[in-house]
Structure formats: structure tokens, C-alpha cells
């Protein structure tokens, strides 16, 4: 997604009619949501025609997001205006990040990289309807990152994890949604199959123990905790080169390490010896 960033400095400061101007932040939104759609934009093609919101909304029962939840917790009750709000409210819904689209054929399966590097590995006859059969054919995936703070705030999606009554805010390296469509309609996972997705996440490698997977259940409006299988750390040449000569010179001491203390223990039964023989000495000439 093009980040639309307009960063000023030292911008002059808004009168009093300026700011009473443009209070009414409904209609203000309003404005802006209208001058910024672009009706240039393509429509995903599908067989079957549906409401593309019916189709956003359901897609988000299969939300998966790598999370880490940050121990800043806050205690109290939603006001009645925070409740009524949908579940994910896009601040902005003309700004958003679209979808990927990938064609599969189901009964083939395979491995499969995005732009963004996250890679998706399926096993044949891995999709089935609502009534559980076997779909036979192609099966075509919808894929979107949210990658950064800004993608994150325009997606809507609510970023509190709910535990034990206890309310924590969550900040995220990386979250994804998939999935796809055959016919027009939603399909499920076979019961039987597992999809296996590698995320590119970009963080410190210090904070790597605090990362969680969560997925985002929206019928109970909360993130269920996941069991995060494995961390691949993949680093710039640079950072490599200099991990490489700090192991190379761990090596190096580690050996010098090793090599003194074998002379001391050289060195040791060297002096143990002497000491046997001066014992011998002394008793050999106490005996004459």
C-alpha cells in the first residue's frame, strides 16, 4: 500500500474560527472519505456476484495475526458510544490495504511466496464447502499484511486483548489475513489438513522471547492465544558478517581458553612429578 504521509513542520497555529470550523468531526470525516475515493480502482472479479463488505466480514473469522502484547493494562467498562461501534471499525475506509490474489488448484497444491516475502505451504485436497465435501478444482486465495503502525490503524482492527478481566494493549510486527473462494463462496479448511504459513516479521532480535501468536476470534470479539511453532531468524548480509566474526572470535578464545588450561595441566603434572622425584631422592638417601 502507498503510504500517503504528509509530515509538516512548524505549522502555523489555527485560530479559534478555524478550529470551532471544523468541530463537527463526523462531517469532516465524511468530506474526507469523499474526495479520497478513487474510482479507478479494480474490483475483484468473481463468478458469482456478492457483496464485497458480506465477504470482508466474513473473511475475518480466519483472521491469523503475530502479535506480542505489550503489559499496559487498564481497568474499566466500554462507554455505550465504544459499543456500538463495529468490532473493526476502519477509521478511514477509503484508505485500506487491498488483497493478493492466488489461483490454487486443490488438488495439486504446492508452495507459494508473496510479495512481501511470507511464504504459504498447502496440501493437496486441502479445501471443502460448507457441507464439507471435497472441492475439486481452483480455489482462489485472498491475501493481505498488515505490516506497520499506519497499515494497522487503517485496518480498524481492535489491537486489546481481554484476560482474566484484565485489558492489555497489544502492538504487533506483522498480522495477515487469507482466505479463499471457490464459486463465489467461502471455503473451509479440510479438518484433517493443515495450512502452514511463514510470516516475515521485522523486529529486535532481543525482544524475539516476548513474540506470541494470536488469532482474532470476531464472533467473541477477542484474540485467542495460539502456539507460535517456530522463530526463523533471517539477517541482512551485514548484520551476518558481523555475527559471524563475533563467533569466529568466541571460537578463537574459546580455543586459547582450552590450550591454557591443557598447559596448566601440563604444567601441573610436570611439577608432580619433579616432586615425586624429589621424594624418592630424600628417601633413597635417608636409606644409605
Do not use: C
Request: no cysteine.
Amino acid at each position: 500500500m502507498k503510504k500517503l504521509y504528509d509530515i509538516r513542520i512548524n505549522s502555523k497555529k489555527p485560530t479559534k474560527e478555524e478550529v470551532d470550523k471544523y468541530r463537527d468531526f463526523d462531517a469532516l470525516l465524511k468530506q474526507f472519505e469523499a474526495e479520497t475515493e478513487r474510482p479507478k480502482v479494480v474490483q475483484m472479479q468473481r463468478k458469482t456476484p456478492f457483496k464485497r463488505w458480506a465477504l470482508v466480514a466474513a473473511s475475518l473469522t480466519a483472521l491469523v495475526f503475530v502479535t506480542y502484547a505489550i503489559q499496559q493494562n487498564f481497568f474499566g467498562e466500554r462507554n455505550i458510544e465504544q459499543a456500538a461501534q463495529p468490532f473493526i471499525n476502519p477509521p478511514l475506509k477509503a484508505l485500506k490495504t487491498e488483497f493478493s490474489e492466488l489461483k490454487i488448484n486443490v488438488q495439486e497444491g504446492g508452495e507459494f511466496t508473496m510479495d512481501d516475502g511470507t511464504k504459504i505451504f498447502i496440501p493437496k485436497d486441502a479445501f471443502v464447502d460448507a457441507s464439507g465435501a471435497l472441492i475439486f478444482g481452483t480455489v482462489v486465495l485472498q491475501y493481505r499484511k498488515y505490516q506497520d503502525i499506519a497499515d494497522i490503524f487503517l485496518s480498524g482492527i481492535p489491537m486489546q486483548y481481554d484476560s482474566a478481566n484484565v485489558r492489555y494493549d497489544m502492538a504487533s510486527v506483522g498480522m495477515m489475513e487469507l482466505y479463499g473462494i471457490s464459486d463465489g463462496l467461502m471455503v473451509d479448511i479440510h479438518p484433517k489438513k493443515n495450512l502452514s504459513i511463514q510470516l516475515v516479521a521485522q523486529t529486535d532480535l532481543n525482544q524475539i522471547k516476548d513474540y506470541n501468536v494470536y488469532q482474532l476470534d470476531t464472533m467473541a470479539k477477542n484474540w485467542k492465544y495460539v502456539t507460535l511453532d517456530d522463530v526463523t531468524i533471517q539477517l541482512d548480509a551485514a548484520t551476518k558478517k558481523r555475527i559471524d566474526a563475533a563467533l569466529t572470535e568466541s571460537e578463537i578464545v574459546k580455543n586459547i581458553a582450552l590450550i591454557h588450561n591443557q598447559l596448566a595441566n601440563l604444567e601441573a603434572e610436570k611439577a608432580k612429578r619433579n616432586s615425586n622425584k624429589i621424594t624418592a631422592k630424600i628417601i633413597r638417601t635417608n636409606a644409605k
